[in-house]
């Protein structure tokens, strides 16, 4: 719904994401805030956002190829696995450099999902979600028994930098990895408003329908798949480039469920639901580490470190009540509190 | 020669164990259409459960399984009545998403009580090795073989003989129809699911005897997964019959292929199998071919 008063006057105006003044004053502020972050916040808030960002670009990339094309992805801590590989590989064995090594794992994780994603082609729902669990085995199967991963301990890749200036820090890594994820969001917001994003959404809607309205079903459904996974390639890249560090360890199927969760508890089908989740189940998890010290006081039964096995419990419970009483998401929260205010002294 | 005899035998019988958690999972699509991931957890606590009553509480081995069957049947009932029952109606993917999360919530529970821990059964099964030939076969593996397949008839029996098997058969083809015919449709739920969460402990409790209770066991359910696509989503049969040709397929190819591949073959071959399966018979060995209409 617009806000009241705005009128769209010409089609570029109907077009447009950042619509009001407003919008514009909001959004500078919080690019300003956002750009000098590093400056004010603690060492703890930054890599807390560095590491929200990164989740949110994977998220982006399921969102994507499962909120708006409708194809279920288990494989997605795969794909980021084989961009953090490749990156690592580029930049160790080939001494390549992090900006070229960075787009290139993008590409290669595509590559692969397009692989990941030809089962799309003739199975769904369920049957996907068990074949896409598939392909993540054997993807990580594939890394650790390949030569020049370096096995179950895999590779250090160095940080990124520009000539003698090192991002070795999570106050400098930040200036590499937000400008990333934003860029990418943009990118989102603009595709599924595209022809593209349209078929997408028409697939997942009713793909039997789509195919009869003309809708090359092959042809969109690999195009989400290779997106996808050229946001978790990138992702994967980004993290093996912070941590310094990749291992199979990092990329387990826990962490795909975790995402699926992530994307549900934020609203299928919105790019802010991603932001909305992704934030929401990092609050979580934080919160539940600060109480489980307290916990583990109270009952000394639990053992001295119940934090994982709590955050465990929360997760898998906050799901779901979110997929029970809430299962379009916060941002379909979000949706009806800016209907309400844009129209305050009526009711919504 | 004799290690391909050895090889089949114990594929044969660590088949056995995945056809009981695929049989656990088929039960419950046949009645419900939801595919479950919570089986592994319910798997899991039943074998857990069946611990604390045998080791922590030393109850002689059958009243603990009855016990267990008891604790069992009503965590099947809870999850039903919790969390399935809501979603009537609704999307079949979200019920898949639930149970998704009921996994890793009893996950959570689980591992609260075993905290890293390997539990071990205190021996309750006959030891020692049956003499048969050259090959190497454990009493304890023989039982839990004859222990399925017994609890396969008995299935069976109920789905063809009984009043309550005729509903379920009923519900499994047509949720309205069966309802306008007079079939209680929510009681039917209610039973199947209580129904497969005592196959699931059934089958944690003979997995847990051969691989003992650690912070992984749960995960079984994946195998149990497979198997009930391979053999068809709605077929019991199918079920038990791809539950041993899983295990022989296993068994086989890291028998064979781990000698050249250096190991880990067992663990991926499943995974190709069912990558296979599904790109050229999603529906399983003897699962209906779905039609779709706009």
């Known amino acids: 719904m617009r806000p009241c008063g705005v009128y769209d006057r010409s089609y570029r105006k109907d077009m447009a994401i950042v619509r009001t003044w407003q919008h514009w004053a909001i959004l500078s502020v919080t690019l300003a805030l956002l750009s000098c972050l590093p400056i004010f916040a603690s060492h703890y808030l930054v890599s807390f956002v560095n590491g929200v960002l990164i989740t949110v670009i994977v998220v982006l990339g ?43 794992s993008g590409l290669a994780a595509g590559i692969v999902g397009l692989v990941g994603g030809a089962p799309s082609l003739r199975i769904k729902g369920f049957y996907l979600a068990m074949s896409t669990i598939a392909i ?31 991002f070795d820090s999570d106050e400098r890594m930040y200036y590499v990895i937000m400008p990333v994820a934003l860029a990418l969001t943009i990118f989102a917001r603009n595709l599924v408003r595209s022809r593209v994003g349209r078929a997408f959404v028409a697939i997942r809607d009713n793909d039997l329908a789509a195919e009869v309205m ?135 | 020669m004799d290690t391909i005899l050895q090889i089949s035998v114990n594929g044969l019988l660590t088949g056995m164990l995945y056809s009981l958690v695929g049989a656990s999972i088929v039960l419950v699509y046949k009645a419900t259409r939801v595919v ?39 965590m099947g009932f809870l999850v039903e009545r919790v969390t399935i029952r809501p979603l009537i109606g609704q999307p079949l993917f979200t019920a898949f998403l639930v149970t998704f999360a009921l996994f890793i919530f009893l996950d959570g529970a689980f591992q609260l009580y075993v905290r890293g821990r390997t539990l071990t059964y205190p021996p309750f099964l006959p030891e020692g090795a049956i003499p ?17 397949f017994l609890l396969f008839l008995i299935l069976a029996v109920i789905f063809k003989y009984t009043k309550i098997g005729l509903g379920m058969r009923a519900t499994a083809q047509d949720h309205r129809l069966a309802q306008n015919a007079g079939v209680r449709v929510r009681k039917i739920f209610s039973f199947i699911w209580i129904l497969s969460a005592m196959v699931a402990s059934i089958a944690g409790i003979a997995w847990a005897i051969v691989m003992d209770i650690h912070y ?9 997964l497979i198997v009930a696509l391979f053999g068809g989503l709605e077929s019991l049969g199918g079920a038990l019959l791809a539950g041993i040709l ?46 779709e209409r706009i």
């Open chain 1, 62 to 104: 399921l969102q994507i190829v499962s909120g708006y094309c409708g194809q279920l992805s288990f494989g997605q801590p795969a794909f980021m696995a084989v961009g953090a590989y490749t990156s690592a590989v580029l930049t160790i064995h080939l001494d390549w450099s992090f900006w070229l090594a960075l787009p290139l």
């Open chain 2, 216 to 224: 992984g066991l749960a995960s079984t359910v994946i195998k149990g």
């Open chain 1, 214 to 348: 003309g809708v090359d079903l092959y042809y969109y459904k690999l195009i989400a798949f290779f997106i996808s996974c050229f946001y978790a390639g990138v992702a994967g890249s980004l993290l093996a480039h912070w941590y310094t560090q990749v291992n199979p360890e990092q990329y387990t199927l826990f962490h795909a469920i975790w995402y699926m969760g992530m994307v549900i508890i934020g609203g299928m089908g919105s790019i802010p639901g991603v932001y909305f989740g992704v934030i929401f189940v990092r609050i979580l998890d934080e919160l539940v580490l600060f109480v489980s010290p307290l916990v583990s006081e109270t009952f000394p039964w639990m053992g001295m470190a119940p934090a994982a096995v709590l955050g465990l419990m929360a997760f898998g419970l906050v799901l779901m009540l979110f997929l029970l009483y809430e299962s379009r998401g916060l941002a379909h929260r979000w949706e009806i509190f800016k209907a309400s205010y844009r129209l305050y002294p009526f009711r919504h």
């Open chain 2, 246 to 291: 899983l295990g022989l397929f296993e068994t086989m190819s890291a028998g064979y292929l781990d000698p050249v591949l250096g190991g880990g073959v067992k663990d991926m071959a499943a995974y190709v199998l069912l990558l296979f399966i599904l790109l050229v018979r999603p529906y399983g060995l003897f699962g209906m071919r779905r039609i």
């Open chain 1, 136 to 166: 993540f085995y054997v993807i990580m199967w594939l890394i650790t028994h390949l030569g020049f991963t370096g096995g179950a301990s895999g590779l250090s890749p160095p940080p990124p930098s520009i000539g003698d200036f090192s």
């Open chain 2, 132 to 148: 048969l030939g050259p090959l190497a076969i454990t009493k304890s593996q023989v039982i839990s073989f004859f222990i399925g």
């Open chain 2, 36 to 74: 479950s991931m919570a089986h592994g957890q319910l798997l899991a606590l039943g074998a857990l459960s069946f611990w604390v009553f045998v080791a922590v509480m030393e109850i002689p081995p059958l009243g603990s399984f009855l016990l267990t069957m008891v604790v069992a049947g009503s």
